[in-house]
């Protein structure tokens, strides 16, 4: 499993490196849960993470918590990957309906892929999709079959310290990375989860472990910790 760990600026980024995690996801807090940063801030992540970052280090940037805007969101993920980011993570926060789903997600692939195709795409769904009239993580299928991403994701849409877990149960959980992994997928979880939960997430078993309040103490508004990052690397890793 993969740990993803979200700093805001880069110093943030540097507790991330110091850590050990495997991919920097750059965020901006104050605009969501996937809110999007500078470009400048995700360039200077990005030059610190070849500075230091050592191979295998990626970098992940955040574009949005999105209603349909399937232009704009192109435009993001474009901007996203021309200044550096391996992955670019787009969230479905009022999208509705599968199709809504597939032609925002069709014009981000074609844009990311279009500038290199070895870029990946995230679609990130939401855990608590009915507090905030969003599309179910179990459209995943129907998506998947009809446009290239390349990772699934769920999150939590409303950041007000409950966790993906209190949403979704691990049954449905582990339902959804089959799904993913039956469309030859990659799959994260996130969403305020705590050292607690690692048991649960080790059971539902994702490709990539998504975490910021976490290492930042329980506050997602505070800063990064380094020392707290690597203890979650070391506890993920045995």
Known sequence: MKLLVSPRDVEEAKAVIR???DIVDVKNPKEGSLGANFPWVI???KDL???EGGNGLELSAAIGDFDFKPG???????AAV??????????L??????????ELLAGVVRAVKEYDPRKKVVAAFYSDYKRINSISPFTITEIGNAVNI?????DTGIKDCRSTLEFLGEDELRTFVAESKSLGLDTALAGALTFEDLPAIKAINPDILGVRGMVCGGDRNSSVRAELV?????LVAE
């Open 19 to 21: 850590g050990k995690a």
């Open 43 to 45: 360039k200077a992540i």
């Open 49 to 51: 993470v070849l500075a």
């Open 72 to 78: 704009t969101a192109s435009l993001a993920a474009l």
């Open 82 to 91: 021309s200044v550096g980011a391996d992955y670019v993570k787009v969230g």
């Open 93 to 102: 926060f009022k999208i509705t309906t599968s199709e809504q789903a597939i």
């Open 150 to 154: 390349d990772v699934s994701m769920v």
């Open 230 to 234: 690597s203890k979650l690397r070391r």
